[in-house]
């Protein structure tokens, strides 16, 4: 199945400022996922980046907010803008597995803005 | 839209007992449904996964059934161990990715 690397893995940030999250996958592939995991929560889909096209974003997600780049197949990015502490969480990517429905998740990012 | 619940939140077991945790799900156009382990401050990980035209898979020690009917799905752990400790998390997949629902996670303790 598909390595996800994912970076940073963790950051303390300012509130106010954005962070950019990076997704690369060794392998092409066409859907790529942002999941939100607040602490000792489920998680909860942010968008789907597909490339070539806008993310498509969930209700309770802006693009403001969380801006989205898949410039090509293997990589995406996503910046959590303006940071306030609700935005504390550990964020994911993920990818369509390569064989099956599913996900193959990257390792998350931990995020704490103070 | 497509509802899980899942339930016990959380489950404490002796090594060596049986842990069975359990998701409904609200959506008939629900077609797949995968278990995810998630380990302390590691991403999750598929652990097993049934389609809707299957009642039951198994592999080792772990075991899913899912009853389409009554819209429900389990995950059975036989001969807990303590690495088997993590959260479980549900999910219900409606055409491909079309739509996609968690529950809210199940942590499991084995004591040794």
């Known amino acids: 199945s598909a390595v996800i690397s994912q970076k940073p893995s963790r950051d303390i940030c300012q509130r106010g400022t954005s962070l950019t999250i990076q997704c690369q996958v060794d392998s092409q592939v066409t859907m790529m996922f942002w999941y939100r995991q607040q602490p000792g929560q489920s998680l909860t889909l942010i968008a789907t980046?597909?490339?070539?096209?806008?993310?498509?974003?969930e209700s309770g997600f802006v693009i403001d907010k969380f801006p989205i780049s898949r410039p090509n197949l293997t990589f995406s990015t996503l910046t959590v803008s303006n940071m306030s502490p609700e935005d504390s969480s550990i964020y994911l990517c993920s990818v369509e597995r390569d064989t099956s429905y599913g996900y193959t998740f990257g390792s998350g990012t931990r995020l704490t803005v103070v | 839209g497509e509802n899980v619940e899942q339930h016990p939140s959380t489950l404490s077991v002796q090594e060596g007992d049986s842990a069975v945790i359990k998701c409904t799900y609200s959506?008939?156009?629900?077609?797949?449904f995968p278990w995810y382990k998630q380990e302390l401050g590691k991403r999750p990980q598929l652990i097993i996964d049934i389609r809707s035209n299957v009642g039951e898979k198994k592999d080792q020690r772990i075991a899913v059934t899912l009853n389409k009917t009554a819209k429900h799905f389990s995950l059975h752990i036989t001969e807990t161990q303590p690495e088997d400790s993590a959260v479980y998390f549900c999910?219900?997949?409606?055409?491909?990715?079309?739509?996609?629902?968690f529950g809210i996670g199940t942590k499991l303790q084995v004591i040794p």
């Open positions: 980046a597909n490339q070539g096209s806008e993310a498509t974003y």
């Open positions: 959506d008939s156009a629900s077609n797949y």
């Open positions: 999910a219900a997949f409606r055409g491909g990715y079309q739509k996609v629902t």
